[in-house]
């Protein structure tokens, strides 16, 4: 396997296709209110595919492209994708700790369909159901704003903008 280092807030080291990212920025996390299974954030797939950049289409990670940033694994399904989520983090990762963003309206947290999803700016937001995906999509900016308030009282985090 190849070593690469990057430079952001902290030294970033790609070996045997596990990445750490230590941040010196102070950041709430609580990783305990994320939509986590084994650890691993979005059921397993990539958070950048989605993005115009990553392809838009929602793809499933691989495991030799792993990383683990704060508390949650990622996947990607390629060292490109991966390389860009180390570059912008708060860009790729999912809103609401990966729960359904029509339900974090509400004050919810509801499981995904990583497949179904909205970008909105940097933001991407995953949804239960096509129902769910279609309503939240009807007033995107409305139910960011009552999503986000929920997940700053759930979590204690700021939203990611």
Known sequence: MKCKKWMMTGVLTLVFGLVSVPSSAEVIRNTAEYNLQNGVGLKGFDPVAVFPEGGGQAKAGQPQFRLDYMGVTYLFMSAANLDLFVQN??????????????????????????HLFTINGNRAHYFVSSRAK????????????????FWKQISGESPRL
């Open 89 to 114: 983090p708060d860009r790729y990762e999912p809103t609401y700790g990966g729960w359904c963003a029509y339900a974090m309206a509400s004050g919810s947290q509801v499981d995904i369909q990583p």
């Open 134 to 149: 279609a309503n939240f999509d009807r007033d995107v900016m409305g139910h960011e704003t009552r999503a986000d308030g």
